[in-house]
T-cell receptor, first 115, second 115 residues
């Protein structure tokens, strides 16, 4: 079975440019999570969706960040305009939100570098 | 609010030696606890999880963890380290939120295994 798919795996862009990260969750999973990992702040939850609806976006750092989930098989995280401090590894994870014990399956991540 | 504290950002053990990675949690309600492993340039993978049943939980790759409520701890152990265990390990906690499993991660412990 295919796991969580993220694209691109690596992204290098210049400050001020728009960046779009993509995620395809595991088929049948109805919850999707976006995380950011940095050396300074560790692993932070940015936003999560349940049945394509954003449930908690309190971790989104500022208005430059936005996330959408137009259908059950696709989500995007957009940064506009990007800044050097956004450089990090961004992970997407999914699970079946049938209860609190459901394992989250992580994608391989997108390494973003903003110059 | 829930949180986890991982004591020791770096741990080094010899191959064949005992592995002990420490995690203490804080939660106002009974928690569910997880250990994840991250190999270089990869996403996180679940090692094991505490589901309020048995307090001693066995996971993959020979790892296990014991939930101790009196000590608010969930330390990860492995009797004999292998070179392939070198990775970063994250403890995480979740508590009832209703619709999805919102994990709060610790800052991680990097395990080094030497010959």
């Amino acid at each position: 079975d295919a796991g969580v798919i993220q694209s691109p795996r690596h992204e290098v862009t210049e400050m001020g440019q728009e960046v779009t990260l993509r995620c395809k969750p595991i088929s049948g999973h109805n919850s999707l999570f976006w995380y950011r990992q940095t050396m300074m702040r560790g692993l932070e939850l940015l936003i999560y969706f349940n049945n394509n609806v954003p449930i908690d976006d309190s971790g989104m750092p500022e208005d430059r960040f936005s996330a959408k989930m137009p259908n059950a098989s696709f989500s995007t995280l957009k940064i506009q305009p990007s800044e050097p401090r956004d450089s990090a590894v961004y992970f997407c994870a999914s699970n079946v939100a049938g209860g609190l014990l459901d394992t989250q399956y992580f994608g391989p991540g997108t390494r973003l570098t903003v110059l | 609010a829930q949180s986890v504290t991982q004591l020791g950002s770096h741990v080094s053990v010899s191959e064949g030696a005992l592995v002990l990675l420490r995690c203490n949690y804080s939660s106002s309600v009974p928690p569910y606890l997880f250990w994840y492993v991250q190999y270089p340039n990869q996403g996180l993978q679940l090692l094991l999880k505490y589901t309020s049943a048995a307090t001693l939980v066995k996971g993959i790759n020979g790892f296990e963890a014991e939930f101790k409520k009196s000590e608010t701890s969930f330390h990860l152990t492995k009797p004999s380290a292998h070179m392939s265990d070198a990775a970063e390990y994250f403890c995480a906690v979740t508590t009832p939120t209703g619709t999805a499993s919102k994990l709060t991660f610790g800052t991680g412990t990097r395990l080094q295994v030497t010959l």
